[in-house]
């Protein structure tokens, strides 16, 4: 017979919080956008959005640990979400609210930045923080005390900080024009941000809490919508969306920027193919994924319409990045996320409303990534996808 001791802990052991023992990842759900045959976009009535939180630990078998009803949205990066390295806390930020507009509805940029306590069983929202507006791409620093919001309608970056459980806007750095994402560098000095229109990455320099922008930019590909660095700090890589900032079935680039130069520059443009929305560098430092929409939201007439997208793996050899494979998954993948050793990427499938699961293969011969064929299936349509390590 159990004693009250036992019991004891064994509930403590039940209710323990996620963070503790768990990896997780965080999903935006957008219900209110579908597309019909003729590539229209279907707007729908709001209330079904939906931040999914899920655990990895198996990442062969993931589990939805959490649903909660925020507004999210596929109108922007994939990237507007991210989680604190030590897995306390998610911000999401809800890129556009939903007006309506006579019989139909339309987008219009918010301003809200959600707070999320993942320490907490069910992980629950604690606060809501107005940034700039249509706040985007977004990220942590490597020591999850600093954030940085890219505002797509405000042509600026909000700068956040972070203590314990408190988030709070404390500066906004004019950028002069469209930014879609902001990455910070593992030693937290500098920051890349995407200049979207410009095609060109834009650096700022940070000193504790202060970040400033002196004005340094590279030209990359076009339509730079996406950005990630290397864990040592050498590399950055830009998913290049393509002419237009969309799929077109023309082919498209992953910019290299050598961050070890003075000043950095872009050494190298990879093909890989069209419309790299959803990009992340694997924790290993030895593999990137550039998720290709390849018309899978266009006219089903479309010459260069897929029922599916895919996934490109590209190779980083130090400074040298090759195109290693390409992968398909299933309908508008958007968001991709690696598992903390790099041995799992999970890709989220926007129409199919689920998360493809990849396995990285590694033989004396080579690495090759492989479609497991499984998958987890999700309360909606995936919008943004980001884990720990992103």
């Known amino acids: 017979m159990r004693t009250a001791k036992t019991l004891a802990l064994a509930l403590a052991l039940v209710l323990a919080p996620l963070a503790a023992h768990a990896q997780v990842m965080i999903i935006g759900i957008d219900e209110k956008v579908a ?58 930020a809800n890129s556009m609210d939903w007006q309506k507009d006579g019989d139909d509805w339309k987008p219009v940029p918010d301003n809200k930045l959600y707070v ?39 042509n600026s970056i909000s700068v956040l900080s972070i203590s314990g459980k408190d988030v709070k806007l404390i500066d906004t750095v004019a950028m002069g024009e469209q930014v879609a994402h902001a990455v910070f560098t593992p030693d937290g000095k500098r920051a890349l941000v995407a200049k979207f229109p410009g095609h060109k990455i834009a650096v700022l320099d940070i000193d504790g809490q202060k970040v400033t922008y002196n004005k340094y930019d590279m030209a990359v590909g076009l339509w730079p919508y996406n950005v990630d660095v290397t ?24 910019s290299v920027i050598d961050l070890e130069a003075t000043p950095p520059r872009v050494i190298d443009r990879v093909v890989v193919g069209d419309a790299p929305e959803g990009f992340a560098i694997s924790p290993t430092g030895k593999l990137a994924a550039a998720v290709l929409l390849k018309g899978s939201n266009q006219a089903w007439s479309s010459w260069f319409y897929n029922r599916n997208g895919s996934v490109v793996i590209l190779k980083i050899d130090g400074k040298k990045v090759t195109k290693l494979e390409e992968v398909e998954v299933r309908g508008l993948p958007e968001g991709a996320v690696w598992s903390a050793d790099g041995k799992y990427l999970f890709v989220g499938n926007y129409t199919d409303s689920d998360v493809s ?24 349509q995936p919008a943004s996808m980001r884990g720990r390590n992103q």
């Open 35 to 92: 597309f019909d045959k003729t590539g229209k976009q279907v707007r729908r009535p709001p209330g079904k959005d939906v931040v999914a939180i899920v655990d990895i630990s198996n990442p062969e078998a993931p589990k939805i640990v959490g649903n909660l009803p925020l507004m999210n949205s596929v109108f922007g990066p994939p990237t507007n979400l991210a989680i604190t390295p030590d897995q306390k806390l998610a911000i999401v």
């Open 116 to 154: 999320i306590d993942l320490t907490t069983s069910p992980p629950a929202q604690i606060a809501t923080v107005e940034v700039g507006k249509q706040p985007s791409g977004l990220s942590i620093n490597k020591a999850g005390n600093l954030a940085l919001i890219a505002n797509r309608a405000d």
């Open 231 to 254: 864990p040592d700090g050498s590399i950055a890589l830009t998913a290049d969306n393509g002419f237009g900032g969309g799929s077109d079935g023309n082919v498209d680039t992953v």
């Open 357 to 380: 699961i990849l396995k990285v293969d590694e033989t004396k011969k080579g690495i090759r990534v492989i479609n497991t064929g499984k998958s987890l299936k999700l309360p909606g």
